[in-house]
């Protein structure tokens, strides 16, 4: 069973992908995601070969993700977006992984908009589960002329398997500086 | 190197396991597929050699929108397939991927397992049994040209193959003998098992040792020629027909495109619902898809569902031979929505193993193992769909139910449940939430499916999985494999199966698919040789062969058709 603790140090950062806009033009963000990189290395194909044969083969993590500009007192939400991404354990019989890995236990993620992902590496499989990256895009009307702060909350609710507890990780961002122009 | 890694930890084999003389395959040694500029690779599985039978790795990649899969036997060179005949619903229907509860009462020796030799089932296999077959006898009244699991006199080595009611009895405890899952549910099928004058005293046999469903698989011939039959074998104790019903034309259904009306009629009289079955052959019969959902919607009062079957390719054939007549699950569903016009769109299918977060549900709120449809998603797909009397048209569920909104709630519910939180806080949540997920606006009239699903999640018993079935029509898609296309994958998760007199549970894409290692030694060795089957019966085989008497006397009657048939198939091929 993996510690609560080591899920308290998940990270985030928003990057603005347009600092700077006219009035009537847009800003995006990227806010990033990811659990702690200790609780990404303790899960290894031993565990998820566990959790199989314990009927434990859905992996279902719910991430909110809230974009907020920073005011003198309160944090006003621009977007919020929820969304699950799943990993299904199945019994492969794919040569190539079976040879590598020496494992039969393999991941199948469904990303999403519902739609299966095949993986060919298991870091590839975690990076898939554990991380999210997520693209805003505020008007530049909505934020107002001059220098905005943004920044973004994540959270990321997990339910119990043989591996850990239930709960939900949060981070937050430090926030970005984004300048809207008078045209 | 060895095809799969062995669970060593698994349960205790079932005290009734077997050996088998079944040469093992060769190990998995050959070279790995190579790929081309204009292919996405998706993903590796195992499969066999068309000709030789050895375990070959095999590369599933996209092209065009379609998937396929490619093979190369270092004797016998590469095979190419078509696999799935839609990328997009490929990826959809994979996400509703399910392992299920595997067998913990295993009939052979996982050490001696490889594969698909040695089916029987071991604790490798991922699925209990859905639906067991019973071949109950191996003559049959008709001689189709596809078909191959009719004894053909004259042959070398034909043997006639009717186990004997004990064996059915013993085969039935193997299956009722299933952990976790106990299998409930019978099919009774052939050749042609109403050639068998003693088919009551099976099905109540059946019956007896505790199986619930009972489906009796037929051509419908003899019911429709002694329609008293229906009645009969429905007291005995069948649940429903499962007919061979290949079109609406005589030229796309010779089978029984005369007979089916009235052996339908006789099951109408008798209260035995009718699933229609059609062999799906591209170019032969895949324009009349919609047609057939037409008819049974014409015979909605008796006919459960449709259970369209892509034809498997066996025996030896040329690639362009393949192309010629090979469709695949997403082929038939986009034709259904092509000849449709939309009615029933590719939209509102889903792949059988969707059904899973309903059994997960339920399993939370029972704390037992239940009954799962966890197959391979390619294999089988379906929806339901109902008659809206007033507009007569068939409404998909999907149009007033939140099918995947309905999938996704009840999978969480359950992990919550699972995590610790009250189960029945939770299934009080579900009870208030449930009808939420119905548009009542666009239901149709007299119908009121958030009652039904409220019985099959609470209830959960077969009576009110029955009454679900009662209010609807089921459309489904069963896409059994051949050499071509075999992928071990699929074959692993079958639920589809065969009980033998050896006391075997053999999933059909091992029996049917290598006939040579399975259905042929079986029948071999549990049947007589046609010869001394005569003499013993005083019969000749050829002596109930089916020599079209109702397409004969409609035909004497002048119009082309008989009053019954010209009914049940007027509006739909244009007939007067």
């Known amino acids: ?183 | 190197m060895t095809a799969i890694q062995v669970d060593k930890e698994s349960v205790e084999p079932h005290e009734k396991q077997i050996w088998l003389l079944v040469p093992r395959s060769k190990e998995a040694d050959s070279e790995s597929p190579a790929g081309h500029q204009d292919e996405r690779p998706i993903k590796m599985t195992q499969s066999i050699c068309p000709e030789c039978n050895r375990i070959l790795k095999a590369q599933i990649f996209e092209r065009g929108g379609k998937v396929y899969m490619r093979k190369v036997c270092p004797v016998h060179g590469e095979t190419e397939e078509l696999y799935y005949g839609d990328y997009d619903m490929y990826l959809k229907f994979s996400a509703y991927w399910d392992d299920g509860k595997k067998q913990e009462a295993p009939n052979v020796k996982m050490d001696s397992c490889q594969c698909p030799s040695n089916c029987g089932l071991c604790t490798n296999h991922l699925s209990h049994t859905g639906l067991a077959n019973i071949i109950v006898t191996n003559r049959c009244d008709l001689t189709c040209w596809y078909c191959f699991f009719y004894v053909k006199k004259g042959l070398e080595g034909a043997y006639v193959y009717e186990p004997t009611i004990e064996q059915i009895r013993e085969m039935v405890r193997a299956l009722r003998a299933e952990r976790p899952v106990p299998g409930n549910s019978v099919q009774i099928t052939g050749g042609e098992p109403t050639l068998r004058d003693d088919l009551p005293e099976i099905i109540r046999a059946i019956k007896e040792e505790g199986v619930d469903h009972v489906q009796l698989n037929t051509n419908g011939i003899n019911i429709a020629l002694h329609p008293e039959l229906a009645k009969i074998y429905r007291e005995a104790g069948v649940s429903n027909l499962y007919m061979s019903f290949d079109g609406v034309t005589a030229r796309t259904n010779p089978k029984n495109h005369w007979e089916a009306p009235y052996a339908i009629e006789a099951c109408r009289k008798a209260g035995l619902g009718v699933v229609l079955v059609p062999t799906v052959i591209k170019g032969i019969n895949d324009h009349e898809v919609y047609e057939i959902i037409k008819f049974a919607k014409q015979n909605i009062d008796i006919v459960r569902a449709v259970n369209f079957q892509p034809v498997s390719l066996t025996g030896r054939m040329t690639k362009k031979e393949r192309e010629k007549y090979r469709i695949t699950i997403p082929d038939v569903i986009k034709r259904i929505e092509d000849f449709s016009q939309g009615e029933i769109a590719s939209d509102d299918w889903f792949p059988v193993p969707s059904c899973s977060p309903i059994t997960h549900f339920i399993e939370a709120i029972t704390n037992r193992k239940q009954y799962e449809l966890s197959i391979h998603f390619a294999c089988g797909a379906g929806t339901y769909v109902y008659l809206d009397r007033e507009k007569d048209r068939l409404v998909p569920i999907t149009r007033f139910v939140d099918i995947k909104g309905l999938i996704e709630y009840l999978d969480e519910v359950a992990d919550d449940i699972n995590s610790g939180t009250n189960k029945y806080v939770e299934m009080g949540k579900v009870a208030l939430k449930i009808g939420s997920f119905v548009d009542k606006s666009k239901e149709p009239a007299g119908l009121d499916l958030g009652r039904l699903l409220f019985e099959v999640l609470f209830k959960h018993d077969y009576s009110s999985i029955g009454k679900f079935q009662m209010n609807s029509l089921f459309l489904g898609m069963m896409h059994f494999q051949d050499k071509y296309n075999h992928d071990e994958e699929r074959l692993q998760r079958c639920d589809i199966h065969y009980l033998t007199p050896d006391l075997r549970i053999i999933p059909f894409c091992s029996f049917n698919v290598i006939p040579e290692w399975y259905r042929d030694r079986i029948q071999k060795k549990y049947g007589v040789p046609v010869e001394e089957w005569e003499r013993q019966h005083n019969e000749k085989l050829e002596d109930r062969l089916y020599r079209g008497q109702l397409r004969k006397q409609a035909i004497k009657e002048g119009s082309g058709a008989s009053c019954l048939v010209n009914e049940m198939l007027s509006g739909i091929t244009g007939q007067p």
């Not at chain 1, 566990?50 to 939400?77: F, H, M, N, P, S």
């Open chain 1, 1 to 183: 069973m993996i510690s609560r603790n080591v899920l308290n140090r998940a990270t985030a950062r928003v990057v603005p992908l347009t600092p700077q806009a006219g009035i009537n033009g847009t800003v995006s963000f990227r806010v990033e995601f990811s659990f702690p990189q200790s609780f990404i290395d303790s899960i290894t194909l031993d565990t998820i070969r566990a959790a199989y044969k314990q009927y434990d083969r859905r992996i279902r993590v719910r991430y909110t993700v809230r974009l907020y500009k920073e005011g003198a007192i309160i944090k006003r939400t621009l977007r919020e977006i929820t969304f699950v991404k799943k990993w299904i354990l199945y019994w492969t019989r794919a040569p190539d992984i079976l040879e590598k890995y020496k494992a039969y236990i393999w991941p199948l993620g469904v990303d999403e908009e519902g739609r299966a992902v095949f993986f060919n590496s298991f870091d590839d499989a975690k990076k898939f589960i554990f991380t999210s990256s997520t693209m805003m895009t505020v008007t530049a009307p909505e934020l107002g002329v001059g220098e905005s702060r943004i920044g973004a909350t994540v959270k990321a609710r997990l339910w119990r398997h043989t591996f850990i507890e239930a709960g939900t990780l949060e981070a937050s961002t430090e926030p970005v500086s984004v300048q809207i122009l008078q045209e």
